[in-house]
């Protein structure tokens, strides 16, 4: 006499082991159990830490190894590249928008006569009066070469409006002028709609990223995916390096990191390169050398932008 067939409770398919071979639900008995229940989480909670850790160890250590294996087609044993990168991101901007709440991680100085927010710079310290009429100064903490309180610097002074632009444009500049006026007295509400846009600006600016990467490696087998995939895993690893370079500048005042950090991005990249790409020694270094240029235009445009949007926001 044969058993009687056993179907999946969830998608009623037949069961031919413990596990569903077409929703992969596992099999239970009826009488399922508080020591059954608890083992699954048990298992659950270390495999998918196991994973975590042979993903992260070679994130941090082995550039462009994760890009390879995925290129390869071994992957299952990894964190998904883009599930890594909303893993990593969430905790960055979670701990910037908790350490934006102290005064010292960003300054943002303005002048007593304002009349356009036409600068953002890493010196703090330039005060109102040395500024300019205009200038607003948005400084992150532990970038900088003299107290541990500058970015990196760029100056976009530039004019919004003139006298032949439309009037929404003039009204904008308007509304900048006005709330720039405002950031010396109360600076959280700002600090609070720059640190909120930042998670979706980098985000956008992923797929320009890989892009390109697409021009540097223009003809070569290589497509856009596997770009894009580099992309998250070389972002996954900036973003480790800026949370640990953020937590030392607010433990150690003085910590002026903006240069170590930057350096061994390039480092990374051009072996990530070298490893993912098969690119030569020179081929890496040069590339690198052209992707962190664009790159670095490419993100002081982005924070440039969210700085207008923050201080129109207000």
Same mark, same amino acid.
């Given at each position: 006499?044969?058993?009687?067939?056993?179907? =999946?409770?969830?998608?009623?398919? @037949?069961?031919?082991?413990?596990? =569903? =071979? /077409?929703?992969? /639900?596992?099999?239970? %008995?009826?009488?399922?159990?508080?020591?059954?229940?608890?083992?699954?989480?048990?298992?659950?909670?270390?495999?998918?830490d196991s994973r975590l850790w042979r993903t992260l160890v070679p994130l941090l250590f082995r550039p462009g190894f994760l890009t390879s294996e995925f290129i390869a087609g071994r992957r299952a044993r990894y964190v998904p590249p883009f599930r890594l990168y909303l893993i990593i991101s969430f905790i960055l901007f979670l701990v910037l928008s908790l350490l934006a709440s102290n005064a010292d991680f960003i300054r943002v100085h303005s002048a007593d006569?304002?009349? &356009? %927010?036409? +600068?953002?710079?890493?010196?703090?310290?330039? &005060?109102?009066?040395? +500024?300019? /009429?205009?200038?607003?100064?948005?400084?992150? !903490?532990?970038?900088?070469?003299?107290?541990?309180?500058? &970015?990196?610097?760029?100056?976009?002074?530039?004019?919004l409006s003139d006298d032949d632009s439309p009037q929404w444009l003039k009204n904008f500049e308007q509304r900048l002028e006005e709330n720039a006026k405002t950031l010396g007295s109360d600076q959280s509400e700002f600090v609070s709609q720059l640190v909120e846009y930042m998670p979706q600006?980098?985000? !956008?600016? $992923?797929?320009?990223?890989?892009?390109?990467?697409? *021009?540097?490696?223009?003809?070569? @087998?290589?497509?856009?995916? /596997?770009?894009?995939?580099?992309?998250?895993?070389f972002h996954s690893f900036a973003y480790v390096l800026y949370?640990?370079?953020?937590? #030392?500048? &607010?433990?150690?005042?003085?910590?002026?990191?903006?240069? %170590?950090?930057? $350096?061994?991005?390039? #480092?990374?990249?051009?072996? +990530?390169l070298m490893r993912a790409y098969r690119s030569s020694v020179a081929g890496a270094v040069g590339k690198a !050398? *052209? !992707?962190?240029? #664009?790159? +670095? #235009?490419?993100?002081?445009m982005a924070f440039a932008f969210i700085? $207008?949007?923050?201080?129109?926001?207000l």
């Open positions: 006499m044969t058993d009687s067939p056993v179907f =999946c409770r969830n998608c009623h398919a @037949p069961l031919r082991g413990n596990f =569903c =071979c /077409q929703c992969g /639900q596992r099999h239970w %008995p009826n009488d399922l159990s508080f020591k059954d229940v608890a083992g699954e989480a048990v298992e659950e909670v270390f495999s998918w006569s304002v009349s &356009s %927010p036409a +600068a953002v710079t890493g010196n703090p310290d330039v &005060s109102g009066s040395e +500024a300019g /009429q205009g200038d607003v100064v948005i400084a992150p !903490i532990g970038f900088g070469d003299t107290d541990g309180r500058s &970015s990196v610097s760029a100056d976009i002074g530039f004019e600006i980098m985000f !956008i600016l $992923l797929p320009a990223f890989a892009l390109l990467l697409r *021009v540097c490696y223009l003809f070569s @087998p290589f497509h856009y995916l /596997q770009h894009l995939v580099f992309s998250l895993h949370l640990v370079g953020a937590l #030392v500048s &607010s433990w150690v005042y003085e910590a002026g990191i903006g240069f %170590p950090l930057v $350096l061994i991005s390039a #480092v990374y990249l051009t072996l +990530a !050398i *052209v !992707i962190l240029l #664009v790159d +670095a #235009v490419m993100l002081l700085t $207008l949007l923050a201080l129109a926001s």
